[in-house]
């Protein structure tokens, strides 16, 4: 699977929209990414995961450049209850997916009042 | 409902002493793993079953076995545990293909002394 790179960390303030970026300049064509988060010891919940088109739905947004090697997740209006890990990952969609998982530390977001 | 049950959610238990972490799902899911997460570590991947009976090691798999006679459950065993095996361990499955998300289990929190 590609590998990916997130910031560690990342503030945002209540209400204002959230922005994460993830690089995943390895990814191939028919690899879709994931964006997964993670709140407390609490299992990763998924989010959002796209291939080449934006996307949106009831949590975020999910904007992959041109180029596909980099993505961002928008959370439109953080809330205090976004404050969380969020992973990006690109699982290979190939005959062999989802094999051998990286997932990373991912960014710490911290949504301040 | 459609999820990933793991049990026990907790469990202490002293070196040596054999134990088995339980995951099952119930959405007909190919592909089956598990990771452990340590502080500072992320989430890493022991090991990983793409169908019944195939298995793969993942990133940290000292230490465990794994076994899949059937599609809905995937255990996680360990034959010795160590001390530096106390950590959070997330069950997680999905279908093959790459274009589905990953479903975790709410987690279970080892502590071995």
């Known amino acids: 699977d590609a590998k990916t790179t997130q910031p560690p960390s990342m503030d945002c303030a209540e209400g204002r929209a959230a922005n994460l970026p993830c690089n995943h300049s390895t990814i191939s064509g028919n690899e879709y990414v994931y964006w997964y988060r993670q709140i407390h010891s609490q299992g990763p919940q998924y989010i959002i995961h796209g291939l080449k088109n934006n996307e949106t739905n009831e949590m975020a947004s999910l904007i992959i450049t041109e180029d596909r090697k980099s993505s961002t997740l928008i959370l439109p209006h953080a809330t205090l209850r976004d404050t969380a890990v969020y992973y990006c990952i690109v699982p290979n969609a190939g005959g062999t997916s989802y094999g051998k998982l990286t997932f990373g530390q991912g960014t710490i977001l911290t949504v301040h009042p | 409902e459609a999820q990933v049950t793991q049990n026990p959610r907790y469990l202490i238990t002293v070196t040596g002493k054999k134990l088995t972490v339980t995951c099952s799902q119930n959405?007909?899911?190919?592909?089956m793993s598990w990771y452990r997460q340590d502080p500072g570590l992320g989430l890493r991947q022991i090991y990983y079953?793409?169908?019944?009976?195939?298995?793969d090691k993942g990133d940290v798999p000292e230490g465990y076995k794994v076994s899949r006679k059937e599609k809905r459950n995937f255990p996680l065993i360990l034959e010795s545990p160590s001390p530096n095996q106390t950590s959070l361990y997330f069950c997680?499955?999905?279908?093959?293909?790459?274009?589905?998300?990953?479903?975790f289990g709410n987690g279970t929190r080892l502590t071995v002394t």
């Open positions: 079953s793409m169908n019944v009976e195939v298995t």
């Open positions: 997680a499955s999905t279908l093959t293909g790459g274009r589905s998300p990953l479903h």
């Open positions: 959405m007909n899911h190919e592909y």
